[in-house]
């Protein structure tokens, strides 16, 4: 049982390109979310998803677009990369509203 | 998602109970306190969490006053591995809450030897 897992661990982009950030689950979850964590600051939720084929904009979403076309994946592209953009970032999923979530392990994007 | 209030940092010995405040005093009655820690820069994980009964499990105990406008959560025997950023959650009132977590600063706890 793998969990949540996030890939890449680590990743360069230089202004202006775009990526996307993958994170799966083997738990069935039906609830995700992406966060991002900037130095010394507590997670901000960027978007979540409630099952699949429906996602929401969380506290800070623009410059991020999702999608989730299965109940395992849940996707998060950046669109044109921006050196406000350099964070870490965390995907969740958990099985339900009031579960507790499980995190993946993080994506640590610089964007220069 | 109610707001919390909880210190910047706390140092506790290595042995000891450490004891780590919140404050939510605009939490609603559907409300759950939630609390998550994170080790140097992993990703969260979850300690335990409660509406209005004190709850425990293998990693702690949660003590929630009877007004539900603060809560505890009690480390019995910190170690080393123990030190991190402890944060305290109030959400998920259902409805249009879907779930999402709203992180704060959080606490540092600094185990000492």
């Known amino acids: 049982n793998a969990g949540v897992t996030q890939t890449p661990k680590f990743q360069v982009l230089k202004t202006g390109q775009s990526m996307t950030l993958q994170c799966a689950q083997d738990m069935n979850h039906e609830y995700m979310s992406w966060y991002r964590q900037d130095p010394g600051m507590g997670l901000r939720l960027i978007h979540y998803?409630?099952?699949?084929?429906?996602?929401d904009q969380g506290e800070v979403p623009n410059g991020y677009n999702v999608s989730r076309s299965t109940t395992e994946d849940f996707p998060l592209r950046l669109l044109s990369a921006a050196p406000s953009q350099t964070s870490v970032y965390f995907c969740a999923s958990r099985p339900g509203q009031l579960d507790k979530a499980f995190f993946g392990q993080g994506t640590r994007l610089t964007v220069v | 998602d109610a707001k919390t209030t909880q210190p910047t940092s706390m140092d506790c010995a290595e042995g000891r109970a450490a004891n780590l405040p919140c404050n939510h005093s605009t939490i609603s009655g559907n409300e759950y306190v939630y609390w998550y820690r994170q080790i140097h820069s992993q990703g969260p994980q979850y300690i335990i969490h409660g509406l209005k009964n004190n709850e425990t499990n293998e990693m702690a105990s949660l003590i929630i006053t009877e007004d539900r406008k603060s809560s505890t959560l009690i480390l019995p025997h910190a170690t080393l591995r123990d030190t991190a950023v402890y944060y305290c959650?109030?959400?998920?009132?259902?409805?249009?809450?879907?779930?999402?977590?709203?992180f704060g600063q959080g606490t540092i706890l600094t185990v000492h030897p």
């Open positions: 959650i109030a959400g998920n009132a259902g409805g249009t809450s879907y779930g999402k977590l709203t």
């Open positions: 998803s409630v099952g699949a084929g429906i996602t």
